[in-house]
């Protein structure tokens, strides 16, 4: 298959890029990103020496670039990660949001209609689900659960995934779309949490937590995600949405400490900061759709994917600390410095 991946130098997108370049080496991929601030073509180094990938620079949402760009590479199958994603800067501009996630993944679709995509797969977020009650451990998020949105970047994100499904029904355009719950491993910006915890506490700086860290949340291990979406292009049933989840559900709190411990810092190091507006109580996956209709199964245990994450961090500290730039602190300044 020829397959584009949007967002692939971004988080998610650049494991996906190279579990498929690992399992799949007949494939060809070519990855379009903006490389905004989250973006980091250094993340892709190792594949852009494999005759199979090809990166380019663009924006999703420039009608007349995408265009030209499936006039010329022809790609059979599109996985659209591309999206802006922090749910603290959709509070601080939801505009940016609305453009890339929503307006952007109308212009990829429409260019996947003109020009014949044999498959077009949208990746989404278990926070289009709004969020759960800590008290009531026996409910979950199923495929069938409402959409309801908490955050700018969760509405941008359930637009989006309504958009996908009407050019199904609309137009028979062949989607299928996966919902994950929160991801973690190599690669990740270290504007979210694990990696800020491993930056910081590696600096022995203070590590933030909001309220009281009680927020709940399911914990899946990138590479179980990338497999699952692989499973999905090629045995999912066009038109059908599969939730993603890694049976990991862990408090914020019980993360921080999980990490602090593996990397033998201490817990004062915590420090606990004004909760953000409008924070999800809880979230939790239930998978059984793709694990009984496909045959997935998430391989790592939060235990275990915490230690390999952490000796990534550990043995990668040029490619992060290149991304903590001056533009970077004076974000972290402005969120929680003075919380």
Known sequence: ?????????????????????????????????LLTYAGNLQTLDAALQNPKFKFVKGDIADRAFVFDLFRKEKPEVVVNFAAESHVDRSIENPEIFLTTNILGTSVLMDASREFGVQRYHQISTDEVYGDLPLDRPDLMFTEETPLHTSSPYSSSKAGADL???????????????????????????????????????????????????????DWLYVGDHCSAIDLVLRKGKVGETYNVGGHNERSNLEVVKAVLRELG??????????????????????????????????????????????????ENKSWWENIISGDYQAYYQKMYQDR
């Open 163 to 217: 958009l996908v499904m009407a050019y199904h029904r609309t137009y028979g355009l062949p989607v299928t779309l996966t919902r994950c719950s929160n991801n973690y491993g190599p690669y990740h910006f270290p504007e979210k949490l694990i990696p800020l915890i491993i930056t910081r506490a590696l600096d022995e700086k203070p590590v933030p937590v909001y309220g009281t860290g009680a927020n709940v949340r």
């Open 1 to 33: 298959m020829k397959i584009l991946v949007t967002g692939g130098a971004g988080f998610i997108g650049s494991n996906f890029v190279y579990y498929m370049l690992a399992h799949h080496p007949e494939d060809e991929i070519i990855c379009l990103d």
């Open 265 to 314: 810092k201490p817990e004062s190091l915590i420090t606990y900061v004004t909760d953000r507006k409008g924070h999800d109580r809880r979230y939790a996956i239930d998978p059984t759709k793709i694990e009984k209709e496909l045959g997935w199964q998430p391989t790592y245990r939060f235990d275990e994917g915490i230690k390999v994450t952490v000796a990534w961090y550990l």
